[in-house]
């Protein structure tokens, strides 16, 4: 999904934003919460001289810098969806106009892609800062880059510091405050319901379950092909361009079926990469006497595995990573499978997962 040139809308804080752009809109599109990224507003040089003159100071409060004619600000949060060019980006840190006779600070400052991009809390109200003929945007990999040019002071906030610093020469609606740059990265991905995930069982565990007569089963739409299962990817997941947060959700079911005996359903695995656990709507038949559907429950314990990252083609992937036994999952197969004896462990080895998924 290339740029696209003009953002639609866009609410951030402190001169912060991210633009929100991206080609036609995608099926299943959502907003991905931000995590990090800078803006820069860039002050034009004869409002900086008129600031000069008339001894008024615009300063910026810790997180945010002042370096020359340059305020820079974090980006602490917000969200877009990069789809279809709408969201907000919160930045921290506060501007000031200040003088030797007063102090106006610019609060949780808000930036849109309309006629009036920056908004502010200066007081107890909110002001519309500055007016912008257009804001261009484009992809940044998972985020958005973005650039407001040629902001003019409004008329409301030029009388707000007029009343308060009553400078020599007044500050006057039109007035050219300069230019908005930023950037912004996603804290986590939304996927779309693209590509699988593949879970290559242990032979150990598998010769554990073929000396109980268990059968391993894939249900459509997972598939066993060779000695590999896959699990489509299914929409309503979203997980960090690292890997380390977020949830990856796959469609499907596998079947443990004993020969005579028990059968237990794994329904619909999803991955908390944070909680490093696979969990599933487990279902244990026959009930009675086992206890039927236990709703969703966390099954195996995921381990560390090799995370690629490609920004560009908005892809992330995880490779090798281990699954072994919970101790839930370990008591239901002794009991399931093995009459209550103690033939499966906590910990024990299940087998190892990838993934490739699709960042929107």
Same mark, same amino acid.
């Given at each position: 999904m290339g740029a696209i040139k003009t953002f639609k809308t866009l609410a951030a804080a402190v001169l912060a934003t991210s633009a929100l752009a991206g080609a036609a809109p995608v099926a299943h599109a959502a907003y991905d919460p931000l995590g990090t990224g800078t803006v820069e507003l860039t002050l034009d040089k004869g409002?900086?001289?008129?600031?000069? $003159? +008339?001894q008024v100071k615009l300063s910026a409060g810790s997180p945010a810098e002042r370096k020359g004619r340059s305020l820079t600000l974090p980006v602490a949060g917000g969200? #877009?969806?990069?789809? #279809?060019?709408?969201?907000?980006?919160?930045?921290?840190? #506060?501007?000031?106009? $200040? +003088?030797a006779r007063k102090r106006v600070p610019l609060r949780n400052?808000?930036?849109?892609?309309?006629?009036?991009?920056l908004i502010a809390k200066v007081g107890g109200s909110q002001l519309k800062l500055a007016t912008s003929p257009a804001i261009d945007s484009e992809r940044l990999g998972f985020g958005e880059k973005f650039t407001a040019k040629k902001l003019k002071l409004t008329a409301k906030l030029a009388t707000r510091l007029n009343k308060k610093l009553r400078p020599e020469q007044l500050f006057s609606a039109g007035q050219i405050l300069g230019t908005l740059r930023g950037a912004a990265q996603p804290l986590t991905v939304t996927l779309l319901p693209s590509g699988k995930a593949g879970l290559d069982f242990a032979p150990a565990f598998l010769a554990k379950l073929d000396a109980l007569f268990v059968s391993v089963n894939? #249900?459509?739409? !997972?598939?066993?092909?060779?000695?590999s299962f896959s699990f489509p990817i299914i929409s309503g997941g979203a997980i960090s361009p690292e890997a380390s947060l977020g949830t990856l959700?796959?469609?499907?079911?596998?079947?443990f079926l004993q020969l005579g005996g028990g059968q237990v359903f794994w329904h619909e695995q999803w991955l908390d990469l944070a909680a490093r656990s696979d969990s599933a709507e487990a279902n244990v038949q026959p009930s009675p006497p086992y206890a039927g559907k236990l @709703?969703? /429950?966390?099954?195996?314990d995921l381990g560390i595995g090799a995370v690629a990252s490609e920004p560009r083609a908005r892809t992330i992937s995880l490779?090798?990573?281990?699954?072994?036994?919970?101790a839930f999952t370990a008591a239901t197969f002794n009991q399931t499978? !093995?009459?209550?004896? !103690?033939?499966?462990?906590? @910990? $024990?080895? /299940?087998? /190892?997962?990838?993934?490739?998924?699709?960042?929107?």
């Open positions: 409002f900086s001289r008129f600031l000069v $003159e +008339n969200k #877009i969806d990069p789809t #279809i060019g709408k969201g907000e980006v919160l930045a921290a840190g #506060i501007l000031a106009f $200040e +003088n400052l808000t930036v849109k892609a309309s006629h009036a991009p894939p #249900i459509f739409p !997972a598939e066993h092909l060779g000695g959700r796959t469609g499907g079911d596998v079947e @709703g969703r /429950v966390p099954l195996l490779a090798g990573a281990p699954l072994s036994l919970t499978f !093995a009459e209550g004896k !103690a033939v499966f462990a906590p @910990g $024990e080895a /299940v087998g /190892v997962l990838g993934f490739t998924g699709q960042g929107q």
